[in-house]
Every structure is written in structure tokens, then in C-alpha cells.
């Protein structure tokens, strides 16, 4: 296409409409619910959008908001993290999203970001473009009828278990939980969320029909967190955070009471560290190791990039 025909720069207002639909056909999983309208209400920054305009129409777009990182030592600071990379059906294959990465990478490293990260849908895509793994993850594969069968009950403990929190209600308190939990065993670098960012995400998770487990002691000290989905497969746990290795065993034990009748399966997301996986089984053949997110250095040397945030805690942001 010829030069002149192809623009790369970021949305205007009128640009809305047509990005939203690109979202909407590039994330099956999103289409028809709440997530698009609720990401551009509570999300989206023009700033931090750029598209590929070509004979006048929305070609291929990318997002980078800036997500928080607390290093292990030292002062917090922010780094883009690209999502909704997606090209329209008649204008793929024709190299867009290389051009489109490269024009946004550019402007960031402009900015004096460090580096970049993403949650790669194919990694053999961005591997050539310079980002490589920094962060891996566990995923546990349960089943409620062999695992957590005790009967659990609050009468004459110290605990006690609230279902189903308004997300202004259990923001601050998850807050609580999540920085303390990423403090566990050696020190490293996690994605910092303050109570404004569990509100967010809270309210994405129950829009998404997810909902919130959480335990706190007799005098409302919160000490664990789950955020789980429950489908027709099983339940899907996306964050199991605590204070307490014993509390986050509570909402194990409550979850398997509730669900293993109807839905007995269960995967859990954890980070790849024994120290935030202490509730649960240890041995290989309950868990797997997987690749999760990758970075690629803008204003660093690349191995000093990785030496900030290799082996981070880092879940969905949002």
C-alpha cells in the first residue's frame, strides 16, 4: 500500500465506534459482554492507544497503559504494558502490527520508559520483535473430590468467611492481603495495585460473573483472598492471595465444600514461588510451570532489565 494511504498515530474521538468493534472481532471471549464498554469507560487513554489508519479505515490498533512496578528495593516506578494488539480481517498479513509495535515502542522509549511487557497470545510473534520471558507461573490442575475434603466450619474459630463483596466494599481490604502476600519468602519485584486499582479490577472480575471469597479474623483484619469463576468446566481461581497460609487453606476447604458436587475441577494461577503455594499440593504432578509475560528493553540494556523485574509477581493488571 502505498505510504500516503497509511497513517499511524492516536485515536481521535471518532475512532471509538470502529476500535471497539476491531476489539470486539479480535477477543471472541469479550464479545457481547461488559468488558469492551467497561475497558473504554475505565481504561482507555488515547495516549496510550495507537492505531494503523490505511485508505481511511481502522487497519490494526495496540494499548500500552502504564502498570506500577515495586522493584525489591528501591522506588516504584511505571512500565507500559501492551494489550488489545489486533489487526482488521482484511488488512492482515501485510506487517501492520510489526509497523505499528515498532511506531509505539518508539514513542515510549521517547518517554524514558525502560521496558515494555505483554501477555503474549503467540510468542512466536514477538520473539523476533526482541521481547523474551521474564515471568512464569504455576498452573494447578484440582480436583475438589481428592483435595481440601474436610468439612470446614467458622463456629469457634478465629475467622470468618464474606461471599460475594461490592468491589468498593473488598478493594482496600484485597489491597491489604496482595501486598503483604507479595512479600512473601525473597524479596521480588511484584505489579503494585493500590485499592483504586482493585476497584477496577474487582469490578471487571464480577462483571465477568467472577466473584470474591474472602477471609478476615473476628476483629476484620483481612487475611486471604480468592477471585474465582465458576463454569461449566469447573471453577477457574485467577489470584489465591493471603496473609496466612491457614486462611487461604479455609477458602480452599469453602470452595470444594460449595463446588465439588456441580463443579469438582479446579485450575488455579499461581506464581511460580513455594512461598505463595504453600496452601496447596507440592509435588510436579499437581502443577505445571508455564510461560506467562515478556519483556523488551526500550531505554536499558537488557540484562539490566531483567535483573529489575525477572521472576515478578505479575497477574492480569486489570
Not at 155 to 180: M, R, T, W
Not at 218 to 236: D, I, S, V, W
Request: one cysteine or more; a positive charge.
Amino acid at each position: 500500500m502505498p505510504e500516503n494511504n497509511l497513517a499511524i498515530r492516536h485515536p481521535r474521538p471518532a475512532d471509538l465506534p470502529a476500535l471497539q468493534e476491531l476489539w470486539a472481532a479480535s477477543f471472541p471471549e469479550d464479545r457481547g459482554g461488559p468488558f469492551i464498554p467497561w475497558y473504554f469507560q475505565n481504561r482507555f487513554q488515547p495516549k496510550n492507544c495507537w492505531l494503523v489508519e490505511a485508505a481511511g479505515q481502522l487497519a490494526a490498533m495496540c494499548f500500552a497503559p502504564p502498570v506500577t512496578i515495586q522493584p525489591a528495593a528501591g522506588a516504584p516506578f511505571a512500565i507500559p504494558y501492551i494489550q488489545g494488539v489486533a489487526t482488521a480481517k482484511d488488512w492482515q498479513r501485510q506487517g501492520f502490527c510489526r509497523r505499528l509495535l515498532a511506531a509505539a515502542e518508539q514513542e515510549l522509549a521517547n518517554r524514558g520508559y525502560p521496558f515494555c511487557v505483554l501477555k503474549p497470545f503467540d510468542p512466536a510473534f514477538y520473539q523476533p520483535l526482541g521481547y523474551r520471558f521474564f515471568c512464569y507461573i504455576r498452573r494447578y490442575n484440582l480436583s475438589f473430590a481428592d483435595h481440601f475434603l474436610a468439612p470446614i466450619t467458622t463456629a469457634g474459630q478465629d475467622f470468618q468467611l464474606l461471599h460475594y463483596l461490592q468491589p468498593a466494599l473488598a478493594a482496600a481490604k484485597a489491597a491489604e492481603i496482595y501486598q503483604a502476600w507479595c512479600q512473601r519468602g525473597p524479596a521480588r519485584p511484584f505489579a503494585l495495585r493500590r485499592p483504586a486499582d482493585f476497584q477496577l479490577l474487582l469490578t471487571d472480575h464480577r462483571q465477568d460473573g467472577g466473584q470474591v471469597l474472602l477471609a478476615q479474623s473476628r476483629q476484620n483484619e483481612p487475611l486471604a483472598y480468592a477471585l474465582y469463576t465458576a463454569t461449566k468446566a469447573g471453577l477457574f481461581l485467577r489470584e489465591l492471595a493471603f496473609k496466612q497460609t491457614r486462611a487461604a487453606r479455609w477458602l480452599l476447604h469453602a470452595l470444594a465444600a460449595d463446588y465439588r458436587e456441580d463443579t469438582p475441577e479446579a485450575v488455579l494461577i499461581m506464581p511460580d514461588n513455594p512461598a505463595c503455594c504453600s496452601p496447596l499440593p507440592q509435588t510436579l504432578a499437581g502443577w505445571q510451570v508455564l510461560p506467562f509475560a515478556m519483556l523488551k528493553p526500550l531505554t536499558k540494556p537488557a540484562q539490566e532489565c531483567y535483573n529489575i523485574i525477572n521472576n515478578a509477581y505479575f497477574y492480569e493488571y486489570f
